[in-house]
């Protein structure tokens, strides 16, 4: 064996590893100085359409972002190709804070929330008269969503001229909500007048028509317009995707949402809607510990109100009743 130098059960001990030459990693992430602001027009697919500098850009969502959503009415940067020409496309590097989100779950039972728009300031709830039919849990659920969203609500009630409005106002006369009426083929001052300087948001069940009113406030934006079948009284879904439009005359802008069948709201707890009555939240401040504010609830502040004289009781029950709409799957 001379020569040969033998190995030794103790030579491990000095034996030292080799060490794989990595990239050392850093902390440091990109400034994205060159960045510039944009506007979340619609979504599709994963892929962005946005409004920048007056003009259209395509956009991807840069991986950095990871898994954080970027949805319509989102105020993002972009990076790379801004130009807007057929077969170029940017990166979506940051989401600017929201200042609101439109939230729902598929259902009550669906734990996933799912942000619909966002930085809206007013919903508006778009529901028919007649043809189809009024679903008032529905629009009870979609105040629930504007009330815990920080939006302010407004009912926008067409076809009066097939059926009498004021049935469905007196309705919701006492939650103190804004209301336009429109007829087919009037004039639209009304609505326009309460659109302008707002970010709004268009929610309503298919074949309430708005599509149309869309359609009309922004000519050029071309919704698809649906009827609504005989047999079941229920609209087809035309608009397949949310997608923002600036009023002209830059007054505002609004959001065209898909129809809607259900407004899940396992997200909104009692105390979030309570919040947007502050009358009526004043009056809870000695309610027991876990009081809901419903209707049956011992000792509850706005019952103990009631019976003082301090509560107007029809806006005590309208309150109760958009806070049963969160457990009714009637709608």
Not at 295 to 301: F, I, L, R, V
Request: hydrophobic share 35%.
């Amino acid at each position: 064996m001379s020569g040969r130098q033998r190995y030794t059960e103790h030579d491990h001990e000095h034996y030292e590893r080799p060490r794989r030459r990595t990239k050392p990693r850093t902390k440091d992430r990109p400034t994205y100085d060159d960045a510039v602001d944009a506007l979340v027009v619609t979504v599709d697919r994963g892929r962005f359409t946005l409004l920048h500098d007056g003009r259209l850009i395509y956009a991807m969502k840069a991986r950095p972002l990871g898994r954080k959503g970027v949805v319509v009415g989102d105020r993002v940067r972009i990076v790379g190709d801004v130009s807007g020409d057929d077969g170029t496309m940017a990166r979506i590097v940051e989401v600017h804070k929201r200042e609101t989100t439109l939230r729902r779950t598929a259902d009550d039972d669906d734990p996933v929330e799912r942000i619909i728009v966002a930085n809206a300031d007013q919903l508006v709830v778009v529901t028919a008269l007649a043809d189809p039919e009024p679903r008032p849990r529905l629009i009870d659920r979609a105040l629930v969503a504007a009330y815990a969203s920080g939006m302010k609500p407004v009912l926008c009630l067409t076809k009066a001229d097939l059926r009498d409005p004021e049935t469905l106002l007196s309705t919701y006369r006492s939650l103190g909500v804004p209301y336009v009426v429109t007829q087919r083929g009037a004039e639209l001052a009304a609505v326009r007048e309460i659109l302008e300087g707002h970010t709004s948001v268009l929610v309503g069940h298919s074949g309430v028509g708005k599509s149309t009113l869309v359609n009309a406030l922004v000519p050029e934006a071309h919704r698809e317009v649906g009827h609504v079948n005989a047999v079941t009284g229920r609209g087809r879904h035309t608009s397949t995707s949310a997608y923002l439009l600036e009023l002209p005359d830059q007054a505002g802008w609004i959001i065209d949402t898909p129809g809607i069948r259900s407004f899940g709201l396992a997200h909104v707890e009692p105390s979030m809607l309570i919040e947007a009555f502050p009358d009526l939240d004043e009056m809870t401040e000695d309610c027991p510990r876990g009081c809901t504010h419903g209707t049956g609830e011992p000792e509850c502040g706005l019952d103990e109100a009631i019976a003082a004289g301090e509560a107007d009781a029809e806006r005590v029950e309208s309150f109760r009743r958009l806070l049963a709409s969160r457990e009714s799957t009637d709608y």
